[in-house]
């Protein structure tokens, strides 16, 4: 069975850090593209960040460039996304999502175009 799964979010204080983890099971992410997403309420779901399967190219919201660090573990089969000076609007449910190939830029955050996804985590910034 194909299935992503997320883990690590939850309660933190402005200013803080998270790392959350996407593990895959039943198959394997060195040929798929990762990306984050995030759905915050009443908000439209946003791309957050993605990892290619190609060079490991990464791309950032704007919102969460300088902040947010996405990575890869081929071994663990896992993709990470780090974030660090947490702000209240970083408050969301965050997915991750995959898809075969190597995402670019035109469409790395384009969520209908992936492939599967996790269940998500809650990540809530407040003090």
């Known amino acids: 069975q194909l299935q992503l799964v997320e883990s690590g979010g939850g309660l933190v204080q402005p200013g803080g850090s998270l790392r959350l983890s996407c593990a895959a099971s039943g198959f394997s992410l060195d040929d798929y593209g990762v990306g984050w997403f995030r759905q915050a309420p009443g908000k439209e779901r946003e791309g957050v960040s993605c990892?290619?399967?190609?060079?490991?190219?990464?791309y950032y919201a704007d919102s969460v460039k300088g902040r947010f660090t996405i990575s890869r573990d081929n071994a663990k089969n896992t993709v990470y996304l780090q974030m660090n000076s947490l702000k209240p609007e970083d408050t969301a449910v965050y997915y991750c999502?995959?898809?075969?190939?190597?995402?670019?830029?035109?469409?790395?955050?384009?969520?209908?175009?992936?492939?599967?996804w996790g269940q998500g985590t809650q990540v809530t910034v407040s003090s």
């Open positions: 999502a995959a898809v075969i190939g190597a995402p670019s830029t035109s469409w790395w955050a384009v969520g209908g175009l992936y492939d599967y």
């Open positions: 990892i290619s399967s190609i060079d490991d190219v990464t």
